[in-house]
T-cell receptor, first 114, second 112 residues
Framework: GENVEQHPSTLSVQEGDSAVIKCTYS??????FPWYKQELGKRPQLIID?????GEKKDQRIAVTLNKTAKHFSLHITETQPEDSAVYFC?????????????FGTGTKLQVIP | EAQVTQNPRYLITVTGKKLTVTCSQN?????MSWYRQDPGLGLRQIYY???????DKGDVPEGYKVSRKEKRNFPLILESPSPNQTSLYFC???????????FGPGTRLTVL
């Protein structure tokens, strides 16, 4: 089955700096890669996603890149703000053998220091 | 208001006492999932459903059952809960497996 690894597990940056979180996946048939943000005590919410036919997607300060050959994708947050502090999860949706599982990474706790 | 609801939000129970956590969505979504969230392990998919009467195992299905008799509801059943099922549980729904998932508020379960 799919295996998603996420690094780093914790990340501290100064306000205004950039943050990068990286994920690798194992199933070459995976075709959908969302990123979720979970604030303390809240439910996860989608912040950006990318499909396997696209290499990069950007939404204001947030961007995601996908390298299908290397089977890795990354989240980039520029000009970080204190409200970006949260746990971020990457995920991959498999498509092998008819299964439609979604596998999440173990999360990155981002702290933005004012 | 478009939403995913779960009940109960908090539950403390004892080993072996059957319980059901309900999940309902009002967005006419076809894909529904249950996840458990444990520190350091992220979100792990328990079961998912592609549509009414279509369910399949996720990565950690042991000890759980689900059913999808109606499109809007996707209950999670623990027939004989054990302490290792103590966790935070999230239900989620989306139009399809490759679409944004909307999560419920979570159910914090403690099994003594």
């Amino acid at each position: 089955g799919e295996n998603v690894e996420q690094h780093p597990s914790t990340l501290s940056v100064q306000e205004g700096d950039s943050a990068v979180i990286k994920c690798t996946y194992s199933d070459s048939a995976s075709n959908y890669f969302p990123w979720y943000k979970q604030e303390l005590g809240k439910r996860p919410q989608l912040i950006i996603d990318i499909r396997s036919n696209v290499g990069e997607k950007k939404d204001q300060r947030i961007a995601v890149t996908l390298n299908k050959t290397a089977k890795h994708f990354s989240l980039h947050i520029t000009e970080t703000q204190p409200e970006d502090s949260a746990v971020y999860f990457c995920a991959a949706k498999g498509d092998s053998g008819g299964y439609q599982k979604v596998t999440f990474g173990t999360g990155t706790k981002l702290q933005v220091i004012p | 208001e478009a939403q995913v609801t779960q009940n109960p939000r908090y539950l403390i129970t004892v080993t072996g006492k059957k319980l059901t956590v309900t999940c309902s969505q009002n967005m006419n979504h076809e894909y529904m999932s249950w996840y458990r969230q444990d520190p350091g392990l992220g979100l792990r998919q328990i079961y998912y459903s592609m549509n009414v009467e279509v369910t399949d195992k996720g990565d950690v299905p042991e000890g759980y059952k689900v059913s999808r008799k109606e499109k809007r509801n996707f209950p999670l059943i623990l027939e004989s809960p054990s302490p290792n099922q103590t966790s935070l549980y999230f239900c989620a729904s989306s139009f399809g497996s490759a679409n944004e998932q909307f999560f419920g508020p979570g159910t914090r379960l403690t099994v003594l």
